[in-house]
């Protein structure tokens, strides 16, 4: 069965740092990855997805995510935090066919 | 207007009460599922129904049942409301073939 590490659970950033946000796996087929983010008060929506292909994947708000298959790790980066990405960041993990397993959530606040 | 409803938004209750948390979507998708959401925890699957007459148990089903009215429709209830699922809930919905999930706004539920 696939699982979903997320290491950090609460990070704190100053606006216009970088930011890192880890994401481990464990699936014994090619995983499809995602990094979801969950405003307060919101649903869930999708920053980018990994099916195949090249590994390093651009998304939405100028997030992007780097597959590596030999560490199973599928983090998330900016490179300059602004103060509305302050959030909660969920790691997904599917299979063809399978269901959705999601990581336990990293909190993002942002300093000023 | 949303691609994914769910209502309502807010519901307290009494413990022992029956509850029904609903689901519409306007994106033509087959498959449609419920999540609940505890902090620390990450998104648990409750149910998931790939059409009409498909409705599968997720990994905490015990205590709640569904009902897929239509295709755009996806019912949970819980006949017997207790403290301990208090939560937010959440309705994902996914096309056939794709693992990609869009969320509702969530509904928050509380049991008192």
């Known amino acids: 069965a696939q699982s979903v590490t997320q290491p950090d659970i609460h990070i704190t950033v100053s606006e216009g740092a970088s930011l890192e946000l880890r994401c481990n796996y464990s699936?014994?087929?090619?995983?499809?990855l995602f990094w979801y983010v969950q405003s307060p008060g919101q649903g869930l929506q999708l920053l980018l997805k990994y099916f195949s292909g090249d590994t390093l994947v651009q998304g939405i708000k100028g997030f992007e995510a780097e597959f590596k298959r030999s560490q199973s790790s599928f983090n998330l980066r900016k490179p300059s935090v602004h103060w509305s990405d302050a959030a909660e960041y969920f790691c997904?993990?599917?299979?063809?066919?399978?269901?959705?397993?999601f990581g336990p959530g990293t909190r993002l606040s942002v300093l000023p | 207007d949303a691609d994914v409803t769910q209502t309502p938004r807010n519901r307290i209750t009494k413990t022992g009460k029956r509850i029904m948390l609903e689901c519409s979507q306007t994106?033509?998708?087959?498959?449609m599922y419920w999540y609940r959401q505890d902090p620390g925890l990450g998104l648990q699957l409750i149910y998931y129904s790939f059409d009409v007459k498909d409705i599968n148990k997720g990994e905490i089903s015990d205590g709640y049942s569904v009902s897929r009215q239509a295709q755009a429709k996806f019912s949970l209830s819980l006949e017997s409301a207790i403290p301990n699922q208090t939560a937010l809930y959440f309705c994902a919905t996914s096309a056939k073939n794709y693992n990609e999930q869009f969320f509702g706004p969530g509904t928050r539920l509380t049991v008192l």
């Open positions: 997904a993990v599917a299979g063809y066919g399978q269901n959705f397993v």
């Open positions: 699936y014994g087929a090619t995983p499809y």
């Open positions: 994106k033509g998708h087959d498959r």
